[in-house]
């Protein structure tokens, strides 16, 4: 088993940055590969960003390349959502979650999930 809490959601103007953190506990946070999910409201889940077991190698949904960066420090156990040039489509409740296959954006690929961080983009 692996808890995730994430953290660092709130209220922003178009244009901001929030920096989203998800913290582990359980099995050993390194052999996942961790990856950001969103949900709006009324809309499914959907993948933003993964980050490998190593930290080495990142993938990114195209509506935020060039915005968001996912990092991980295997030492705290947490990786991190780096969100800048946000935009109001940004609003969303952003869930990190735990896997075991890298490159894939697949809800199904991912076996353990954060109860999720509230984000709001205001215009």
């Known amino acids: 088993q692996v808890q995730l809490v994430e953290s660092g959601g709130g209220l922003v103007q178009a244009g901001g940055s929030l920096r989203l953190s998800c913290a582990a506990s359980?099995?050993?946070?390194?052999?996942?590969?961790m990856g950001w999910f969103r949900q709006a409201p009324g809309k499914e889940r959907e993948f933003v960003a993964a980050v490998d077991t190593s930290g080495i190698s990142t993938y990114y949904t195209d509506s935020v390349k060039g915005r968001f960066t996912i990092s991980r420090d295997n030492a705290k156990n947490t990786v991190y959502l780096q969100m800048n040039s946000l935009k109001p489509e940004d609003t969303a409740v952003y869930y990190c979650a735990a896997g075991v296959v890298f490159g894939t954006r697949l809800v199904k690929s991912y076996d353990y999930w954060g109860q999720g961080t509230k984000v709001s983009v205001s215009s």
């Open positions: 359980g099995r050993t946070f390194s052999w996942y590969v």
